[in-house]
């Protein structure tokens, strides 16, 4: 069974930075998409990062380039979100999720199978 565990959420003030963990088992890993999302209220789920855990190459949503960087270490299946320079605009809860696909469907929440439970990341002004 997949599952995936984030941590690293918290509070900070705008300019700060935040590291995201997901911790990932029960699948093979090497063959997997693996991206973050995040959801405020009141707004539908966006995509901010994703990355095929059988390779390197990463998308990251426009509005985050330059500020937020993901990354993976395969050997302990954990997939990270950088996030520096936090703006207010970036509060949200922040998940991971996962889809059995060679061709990461970045952005398309609708196509990834796995999910996990969130952290709450909250900027302030």
């Known amino acids: 069974q997949v599952q995936l565990v984030e941590s690293g959420g918290g509070s900070v003030q705008a300019g700060g930075s935040l590291r995201l963990s997901c911790a990932a088992s029960?699948?093979?890993?090497?063959?997997?998409?693996l991206g973050w999302f995040r959801q405020a209220p009141g707004k539908e789920r966006e995509g901010v990062a994703a990355i095929y855990s059988g390779g390197s190459s990463t998308y990251i949503a426009d509005s985050m380039k330059g500020r937020f960087t993901i990354s993976q270490d395969k050997a302990t299946k954990t997939l990270y979100l950088q996030m520096n320079s936090l703006k207010p605009e970036d509060t949200a809860m922040y998940y991971c999720a996962a889809a059995p696909l060679i061709t990461c469907p970045y952005g398309r929440p609708d196509k990834y199978n796995y999910w996990g439970q969130g952290t709450q990341v909250t900027v302030s002004s």
């Open positions: 029960g699948y093979t890993y090497s063959n997997y998409c």
